[in-house]
């Protein structure tokens, strides 16, 4: 009796060893890489999307967000990083992939969007371009969120735009360093790993970027004062290799699409709260965090004035999607 039951108990254990190497098969491990840390919205908001994405599919496919650069992937990388299935998935700044898709610099000119609300109204004619570029590069976008109110973090207030002359910025791509140039400064482009060391050191004097960036840094370590400038806006794109999506089951795929669409407009809220928080942080900090005086803000346009129409020459396919948007809003 004991032998036949060690023979059955054998042969149902053969007989489940296939089923339960399907099952294991059929889960999907994707890594998903991005540079910001563990505390930073976007890494949070990914964790989630990771979390509901698993909850969706049963477990059949799981993300492992990887943050702080874990993966040395650094953030100009991370798009073709993507696109050669380096990573399968990556939370993408999209003003640092201009060197591989110009127009993804387009919410980089300067004082060309003032709120979210005037972004939704861009995003209306530039995410089915985001989305060509995206699939040129093989991957798939799954959701946006934009980063929050843009500031200049400087080590000492000014008192007039002159104030800026020679002073070494940080921006994050090649727009914003520009801008900087533009209003006399000194605008140097630079991936957010360097940008702590380089304060540092003093290689810069200060930070074009979020205040929940200012936060992620511990900028009031080495800076006084952050200028709520709001002068360009920027936007993580969460995209997947779409080789990847594809061997992934067309259920998993319909319940991965549906999640982002739902989960998307909650990170956008995520967004505008952080930067209530960030500032929060910032002045129990002993930073200054001011608005940028109406006379020195206007001279600020002035002086930028000329970029949007030099992006429109090195970009033409911005021109429609631009012209567009400013005629929604009435500034045509």
């Known amino acids: 009796m004991t032998t036949r039951r ?17 099952s294991a098969r059929a889960a999907t491990q994707l890594d998903l890489a991005t540079v910001w840390p563990d505390g930073n919205f976007h890494t949070q908001n990914a964790k989630r999307f990771a979390a509901e994405v698993a909850k969706a599919t049963g477990n059949e496919v799981q993300i492992t967000v990887h943050s702080g650069g874990a993966l040395g992937f650094k953030g100009p990388e991370l798009l073709r990083s993507v696109r050669d299935g380096l990573v399968p998935m990556a939370d ?16 980089s000119i300067p004082f060309l969007i ?21 699939k040129a590069n093989n991957q798939k976008m799954l959701y946006t969120v934009p980063w929050p109110t843009q500031y200049m973090h400087l080590k000492s207030p ?6 800026l002359r020679g002073v070494r910025i940080r921006a994050s791509d090649k727009g914003v360093a520009d801008m900087c140039t533009a209003l006399g400064a000194a605008g140097t482009m630079m991936p957010w790993g360097e940008v702590v060391p380089a304060l540092a050191s003093g290689r810069i004097d200060g930070v074009c970027t979020s205040a929940t960036s200012g936060v ?14 709001n002068h360009t806006f920027s936007s993580q794109l969460v995209t997947i290799n779409l080789d990847t999506w594809n061997d992934l089951s067309a259920a998993n795929r319909e319940k991965i699409e549906t999640l982002a669409k739902t989960l998307q407009p909650e990170f956008w809220d995520v967004a505008a709260k952080d930067d209530t928080t960030s500032v929060q ?5 002993g930073m200054q965090v001011v608005d940028v005086d109406p006379a020195m803000l206007a001279e600020m346009r002035k002086r930028t004035a000329f970029m949007k129409d030099d992006f429109i020459k090195r970009v033409p396919s911005a021109k429609p999607i631009i012209e567009a948007y400013l005629a929604e809003l009435g500034r045509a």
């Open 92 to 107: 993408v700044l999209n003003n640092q992939q201009i060197g591989d898709a110009p127009i993804m610099g387009i919410e």
């Open 281 to 285: 942080r910032l002045t129990k900090e």
């Open 6 to 22: 060690i023979l059955m108990t054998a042969a149902l254990g053969t007989l489940a060893a296939p089923a339960l190497i399907r």
């Open 114 to 134: 003032g709120s979210f609300d005037e972004l939704k109204v861009l995003d209306k004619y530039l995410l089915p371009e985001y989305e060509r570029v995206v």
């Open 158 to 163: 000014i008192a007039s735009i002159d104030g």
């Open 216 to 229: 992620d840094g511990r900028f009031w370590e080495f800076m006084k004062v952050a200028y709520r400038t």
